[in-house]
């Protein structure tokens, strides 16, 4: 979605208005992304200025504006940006061989690695999940994207009698709501018990929650 | 708590120093919070004035700032406030009688009633649970308050031979991630499932999740 004419944006209004570049040049938008990804991580978004990422990116300020509405605004892209990439490695989970059990294993280590390795991105994607964009709150948005994709996993499950006959919706919006917390607690604790023992405790709790 | 000498506090530093009332006032400081809860579920936070409290309350601002230091201290207290709520309804559906099972779907359909009785305030908590508070994030602490008690309830599971010996601590925050997402999922629909409908689907899924 990085390259999408349309992309999510904030509601609230910028405080300069954005003039769209005559020519726009995605690899100038994709170095501001990546230089605000690295900032969100090293300092934080209530401390970020645009100002930085600009500088970081070795682009003007006013480039950044062509691209971008403000500091929410590229948040918000990068949300988008990191949903996409996230979606990406759990079709790969949900695509590969074996048994619906193992594939839910696969999947859920997979979140929880994504997450281990953008976790200051993360951990500030939930506390700003309350932004309102031109699709609704946009937490419930990056919720409605995985949900699409693991609801389809349930519906297969469903269909080979491995899983009991719920509502596949439902199913998919309780699993990613159990991850998403867990990954939360988990990414706060110090020290951090390891992966495995996260995934192992999960995919069990899927699997036997929902077995047929 | 709602007492308490040391109530949980925002960490953002107050813009007027609060000057600790020489004769504390507690049916002030009730009324100064039953205004600011019904101002949050009419106006929500965003647009939530000092001033309209203070009025509503009957009192001065100079009052309000007696008992709190601003808007999002008035915000933390009433989460504090609601937390104790719910987990004194939580732990009478706890203290039940019945099998672990029985205990378990009434207190997950206690969860849903009393959000749902809530429900402008829960989707405000939901959204500011990053506010930093002396006691560190407020949505943590709040799941830890929570965590404590689900977690006495799965040992005694545990220990009765009905739940497998997991780490009840994991447990209860898994529970509560699910309840909190699910719950939030479900304020948010437009028609709303039935209330039974969500506690039977939830019910099951941590009952054939965590039993022995």
């Known amino acids: 979605l990085s390259d999408s004419d349309s992309p999510l944006r904030p509601v609230r209004r910028p ?24 900032l969100v991580f090293e300092v934080g978004v209530p401390e970020l200025r645009v100002e930085e990422v600009a500088s970081r990116a070795g682009l003007a300020v006013g480039t ?24 990406d490695r759990l079709r790969e989970a949900y695509a590969s061989e074996g048994s619906w059990g193992a594939r839910t294993v696969r999947a859920l280590d997979a979140y929880l690695e994504f997450l281990e390795e953008n976790r200051m991105g993360f951990l500030y994607f939930r506390d700003a999940s309350g ?29 080979a009698g491995e899983l009991r006959n719920v509502d596949a ?38 699997a036997e929650g929902l077995r047929a």
Do not use: C
């Open 15 to 38: 405080r300069r208005q954005r003039r769209k570049p005559r020519n726009p040049n995605p690899e100038a938008r994709q170095r501001l992304l990546d230089a605000g990804r690295e």
């Open 169 to 206: 919706n439902l199913a998919a919006q309780a699993v990613l709501g159990l991850m998403q917390h867990m990954a939360g607690w988990w990414l706060e604790q110090d020290p951090r018990p390891p992966r495995r023992e996260m995934t192992a405790f999960l995919s069990r709790l899927v």
């Open 131 to 159: 932004i309102e964009t031109t699709e609704g709150r946009l937490g419930t948005w990056a919720f409605r994207q995985h949900a699409e994709d693991l609801r389809a996993v349930f519906e297969q499950g469903i269909d």
């Open 64 to 87: 950044f504006y062509l691209y971008f509405e403000g500091k929410t605004d590229l948040f918000v892209q990068l949300v988008m940006e990191h949903t996409q990439l996230l979606r």
